[in-house]
């Protein structure tokens, strides 16, 4: 049984393990101050005052008693053909991005490309692709192809091969060597290896990976409706500034209710698809 005296001794030899002294304390004080008074900064900067914040909640409640009930409006059919361009929109988009992130996957992986120039050179052009948002490749797209569903397409496939391309290379730089060794001592080419080494081990995460960023990108597809992608997210923007707050709320039901499902059945297919 430790008596005081054995307490002491340990604190004397190892302080760290009683909890932070002296200068780390002092530091991790500081950070919390630094933390709060950033925080209390933001409120004054923005003016979030709680009369405000309560006048927002008041306003916010006025509008939810307007969504109700839901209504579909005068053009039902008008809305499921949005919905099934907004999910079209995510499927096309995300299919191609998985498929073209695959060959610059390898070319990323270290155990694959050997040359760190060229990998470091890929690498930092797949943080740009990513670093922007889908929502301002968007308004790019909206401006280089015109509106519709193509320029909505062709941003989630820029932001997603960028960011599947990293994914899938984190996937193949994992895979257990003894494999890859194998195929190597049997003389297979780097082609080879890749094929029968890498890709088999890396795949079950390499289509999680791609399942879970289609799940993001039936989200995500709304709201580039909006400015100006098509799909369901351009009809929700429409109604919301004619005020029709009831059609709108219809509208927020229906991509809810197909989030839901696409979520459920994706992760459905991510689970089997781990456990192979």
């Known amino acids: 049984m430790s008596t005081t005296a054995d307490v002491g001794a340990w604190r004397a030899r190892m302080p760290g393990a009683f909890g932070p002294t002296g200068l780390r304390l002092v530091w991790r004080w500081a950070l919390v101050l630094a933390v709060l008074s950033a925080t209390g900064g933001a409120f004054v900067w923005f003016e979030m005052t709680p009369a405000r914040f309560f006048a927002g909640l008041s306003e916010l409640g006025r509008v939810a008693l307007l969504m109700l009930p839901p209504q579909p409006g005068e053009q039902p059919m008008e809305l499921v053909w949005a919905l099934l361009e907004t999910l079209a929109m995510a499927v096309a988009g995300t299919a191609i991005a998985a498929l073209l992130a695959v060959p610059l996957g390898f070319l990323a992986a270290r155990n694959v490309m050997s040359l760190a120039p060229f990998r470091f050179g890929l690498r930092r052009f797949l943080d740009v692709l990513r670093g922007v948002d889908q929502l301002v490749w968007a308004l790019i797209f909206v401006r280089a192809v015109g509106l519709g569903p193509l320029a909505g397409v062709l941003s989630i496939i820029v932001t997603d091969t960028g960011t ?76 919301i500034r004619a005020l029709r707050w009831d059609e709108a709320s219809f509208i927020i039901l229906m991509i809810l209710t197909a989030v839901a499902l696409i979520d459920a059945g994706s992760a459905a297919l991510r689970r089997r698809l781990m456990q192979a």
């Open 164 to 239: 599947l391309a990293k994914l899938y290379s984190e996937a193949l730089e994992n895979a257990d060597r003894r494999q890859v060794d194998g195929v190597r001592a049997s003389g297979g080419s780097h082609v080879q290896i890749a094929r029968f080494g890498l890709l088999p081990q890396a795949l079950p995460l390499m289509l999680s990976n791609a399942l879970y960023i289609f799940e993001s990108n039936v989200r995500s597809s709304t709201i580039l409706g909006i400015v100006g992608a098509g799909g369901i997210g351009f009809q929700l923007s429409d109604r």
